[in-house]
T-cell receptor
Framework: DAGVIQSPRHEVTEMGQEVTLRCKPI?????LFWYRQTMMRGLELLIY????????DSGMPEDRFSAKMPNASFSTLKIQPSEPRDSAVYFC??????????FGPGTRLTVL | GESVGLHLPTLSVQEGDNSIINCAYS??????FIWYKQESGKGPQFIID?????DKRQGQRVTVLLNKTVKHLSLQIAATQPGDSAVYFC??????????FGSGTKLNVKP
């Protein structure tokens, strides 16, 4: 298995631009998680899905952030408009049940 | 323990020694705990987990101990190797089914 796949691995954009991060979970995993990691705040859960349905989005910072999971093999996290304080590493993780999570390599986002 | 901010607590050990990494969790109702290892430039990697009805669980070279009385979790790594150098996170799943991660401890293994 290829594991969780994220793209792009690095993204540099200017303030105000739309950013879309992509994730392909491990096949057969029913849960998908989006995390943000910064030096100041550590690893924060943004949102998670179960069987493509958003269950808990209480960690999404504000309305500029949105996440979708149109099917079992694909999810996106969108930031519109992006701001410098959104700069972080964004991880996607998947899990067969609501326990051990398998993380992707992350997307390092820099907003100038 | 854990700290928040720019400076991770660091544990330096000699290759071959045993390592003990500690974590204090916040919610006495949390029922499931995980230890993750994160190497530079990579995503966290599962090491071992434990449910709240257990006090101890062993894996290959690793042991997790859970003390619910003081809300403390520890990860013991036997015969630490240079490849063990990484940041280690504990995570708890609370009674609302939400996961929280600690800020991490950096393990530095000296050859």
């Amino acid at each position: 298995d290829a594991g969780v796949i994220q793209s792009p691995r690095h993204e540099v954009t200017e303030m105000g631009q739309e950013v879309t991060l992509r994730c392909k979970p491990i096949s057969g995993h029913d849960y998908l998680f989006w995390y943000r990691q910064t030096m100041m705040r550590g690893l924060e859960l943004l949102i998670y899905f179960n069987n493509n349905v958003p269950i808990d989005d209480s960690g999404m910072p504000e309305d500029r952030f949105s996440a979708k999971m149109p099917n079992a093999s694909f999810s996106t996290l969108k930031i519109q408009p992006s701001e410098p304080r959104d700069s972080a590493v964004y991880f996607c993780a998947s899990s067969p049940e609501y326990n051990e999570q398998f993380f992707g390599p992350g997307t390092r986002l820099t907003v100038l | 323990g854990e700290s928040v901010g720019l400076h991770l607590p660091t544990l330096s050990v000699q290759e071959g020694d045993n390592s003990i990494i500690n974590c204090a969790y916040s919610n006495s109702a949390s029922d499931y705990f995980i230890w993750y290892k994160q190497e530079s430039g990579k995503g966290p990697q599962f090491i071992i987990d434990i449910r709240s009805n257990m006090d101890k669980r062993q894996g290959q070279r690793v042991t997790v101990l859970l003390n619910k009385t003081v809300k403390h979790l520890s990860l013991q790594i036997a015969a630490t190797q240079p490849g063990d150098s990484a940041v280690y996170f504990c995570a708890e799943r609370d009674n609302f089914n939400k996961f929280y991660f600690g800020s991490g401890t950096k393990l530095n293994v000296k050859p």
